[in-house]
């Protein structure tokens, strides 16, 4: 029997344990004009989960400002480390474009082919076989679309996109990035259009990008298309697609598109 000897003692000293830790998250106790000093048994309890709480919330904050139009945190996907063949079609914006980005096939072992068609939009590319006959031929495994600039002005941009859709029909499973417009003004829709319909992670959101610009106050020049281009290859690892994509050393030098030409239409 002597080892219930102090079973009275211990059950009294967990009952006074329980209390003290109640009162601890209670709200102060006042005693006429005293107030009954409470250990801080409360702040010791919660101080690891306090800070754990901080730590993740500034890890989200962090996370979401930097992917935006990318794959959140936990959805990365594993960088293909193969060489690539990358193919850019759009229209007027694509020039300048492909210039770097061919620079960033030269460094990185990836090959590069492009089309530029001048003052082109979604509805003449859905409404041609041209985008096909190019994809059948240079069989890209990881495509970049520059369209958009030319429907900036429109007021309902939403009546395009069953053209997006349809150019997103054409390329089918192979890995694309569209690089929104480089606005030189507020668009209608169109950005916000494109994002919706695209995949997540490829959609490059351009808007509120800072451009020096053509004589026209529209085009982005050479220089700054090119930094443009760096921007996108450093989004290229929270895209929907990532791959090697190491910045061009400065011998590189000029780099050829394997650029292809097509005549405006009206449309």
């Known amino acids: 029997m002597k080892r219930f000897k102090y079973t009275p003692l211990w059950l009294l000293l967990s ?10 998250f209670m709200e102060d106790i006042r005693i006429g004009e005293w107030t009954v000093k409470k250990a801080p048994i409360k ?39 193969l060489p690539q063949n990358l193919f850019i079609f759009g229209d007027s914006m694509t020039f300048n474009l492909a210039l770097r980005l061919a620079q960033y096939a030269r460094q990185n072992g990836h090959v590069i082919h492009s089309v ?11 409404e041609h076989d041209t985008l096909r006959y190019y994809i059948d031929k240079y069989r890209p495994t990881q495509i970049f679309i520059s369209l958009g600039s030319n429907e900036m002005y429109f007021r309902n941009p939403e009546t395009r996109a069953p053209y997006v859709k349809k150019i997103l029909e054409v390329i089918d499973t192979i890995p694309y990035v569209w690089i929104g417009p480089p606005n030189w003004k507020e668009d209608t829709g169109i950005n916000d259009m494109l994002q919706r319909i695209c995949k997540k992670g490829a959609f490059f959101r351009s808007e509120g990008m800072e451009f020096k610009r053509k004589k026209d106050n529209i085009h982005p020049t050479r220089e700054s298309s090119s930094l443009w281009v760096d921007s996108i290859m450093r989004w290229i690892p929270k895209s929907s697609h990532p791959f090697i994509v190491e910045m061009p050393s400065d011998s590189i030098g000029k780099v050829n598109p394997n650029i292809v030409f097509l005549k405006a239409l009206n449309k």
């Open 116 to 126: 530029n068609w001048d003052s082109s939009n979604t509805k003449i590319w859905a």
């Open 43 to 81: 702040e010791f309890i919660l101080q690891d989960n306090k800070f754990d709480l901080l730590a993740d919330s500034d890890i989200n904050a962090s996370d979401s400002a930097e992917i935006v139009g990318g794959v959140s945190a936990d959805e990365v996907v594993k960088t293909d480390s």
């Open 15 to 24: 009952v006074a344990l329980s209390v003290i830790v109640t009162i601890s």
